[in-house]
């Protein structure tokens, strides 16, 4: 049987520089927007990271956080989960 699940996903960078990465997997949909709610807020009001210093960025919710100058971005999207035992 088949479900769809939601994965919260981060980004950052350009073009060949583009940096993606998976943050977290939901059943429920409306956790993961909520979720990603709170992952976008923190980027946005944060300060943490200055462009100059390169100074690490640190995101209390997402460890494996990247950013640069083009700052980052959270997004979700749902994707087929199957969940049934046995051979494929």
Same mark, same amino acid.
């Given at each position: 049987m088949s479900k769809k699940i939601t994965l919260v996903m981060g980004r950052t960078g350009e073009?060949? =520089?583009?940096? %993606?990465? !998976?943050?977290? &997997? !939901? &059943? =429920? %949909? /409306?956790? /993961?927007i909520e979720f990603c709610k709170e992952l976008n807020s923190y980027v946005i009001g944060s300060s943490d990271w200055d462009y100059d210093t390169k100074k690490e960025f640190e995101h209390p919710l997402d460890p494996k956080c990247k950013i640069d100058y083009t700052g980052t971005d959270y997004t979700v999207f749902d994707i087929d989960f199957d969940d049934s035992k046995g051979e494929a």
């Open positions: 073009y060949s =520089d583009r940096n %993606e990465w !998976f943050v977290r &997997a !939901f &059943a =429920d %949909e /409306a956790k /993961a």
